[in-house]
């Protein structure tokens, strides 16, 4: 149950409870057990079942953490993958321009080489034309000069054209050297560059096999958090299904109806407990406080403002959790009912508070209450934050009332 966050704890407080055990806990209701199933089934304690809840939510927090830490990691992953991604692709457009750079200095080289092949066979036919097949001395040319012009320009023509071919073949060589030195540059950029991009393929491998192991315990702990809340869930349904043994919900008329605090019984007419934060019938359950700063559509919030409101016992006062209010309220507590009562139960964790509408056997409007019953109004009775009406064993709680 909720706490009266704004009422001090008051003393002499009657009938201290003593020597109890603690049964099914909830927010606003309680396990009703009579002594005669007790000696037949065995009982599920509520401290056992919130123990279990309140650890498989730690541990869901836990895997929570976990997963918000290993997304942050992934997003590093990503991040990394991203970066090398960019640098390998960079490096694989210089390789490709590379690549075409040393195609077109092979071009040129093998081009140059056709050249120099070339000249050299020029070279070779103007030295068999001049040396081989005329088998001409220097004495003899000149012999058989018509004059010595003749000779001069026989002799300077065979001069020029040998120093053209040769600077032909150095000029060739030269580039062809040029070419290769190039081409080897190029060749070690390359190879460089492989290199880099085999150790970049390396890292992302790599950084790919980290998000993949990350992917598979975010997957991990996801699984375990659902599994968590599955079994909270269904922890929860049994001991909302455990607190509501004994309790007959039944439907009173001249209710008011309508809202979302509306179980189906009515109202109760809670819109009425509403502060300055909003209609506490309509907004979600433990979203806002009501007039007195308890938190809405809680048994506390609903009993505190019927019996000091509607039921005109201004002066009360009580705090703490449902199940302390026999030992912290300033009204005396009591072993038997009376309408308009606060009935108490202090079974559980917190326990849970109800007003009692009517006691039994009486008929009030339009339900049979028998002996030994009473019919209540309450909120909260099964975790769903609505109002009810229900039977319950008078035996079952405590009463608070003058």
Known sequence: MQKILT?????????????KKVFISTVCASLVVSATFAAVAPRIYA?????QINQLAAEAKRDQTAVDSLLIEARSFEDAISTLQAQITVLEQ????NNSRQEELQKQITIKQKDLDIQRRILGDDIKAMYVDGQLTTIEMLATSKNINDFVDSSTYREAVQRKVQVTLKDIAKLQNQLKEQKQEVDKLLAAQ???????DTDRTRQNE???YNQGQRADFNAKIAANYNKITELQAKQAALNLQGASKVTISGNERGGDCDGGSGNGGYALASGAMGDVCNAPKDSILDWAGIENRECTS????????VAGNADFTASGDA????TTSNYPVHNAPKANAIGVKTEGQWGHVVIIQAVGPVNYKGVNVPAGQVLTSEMNADFTGKYTNNLRPAGSMSYIYK
């Open 94 to 97: 210089n390789i490709a321009v």
């Open 194 to 200: 492989r290199f880099q991009q085999n150790q970049l």
């Open 210 to 212: 980290l998000l993949a």
């Open 7 to 19: 009422h001090p704890i008051l003393v002499n407080a009657k009938n201290q409870l003593s020597n």
């Open 47 to 51: 401290d056992t079942i919130q123990d």
């Open 302 to 309: 609903y009993v505190y403002w019927y019996f000091k409101r």
């Open 323 to 326: 199940k302390y209010w026999v």
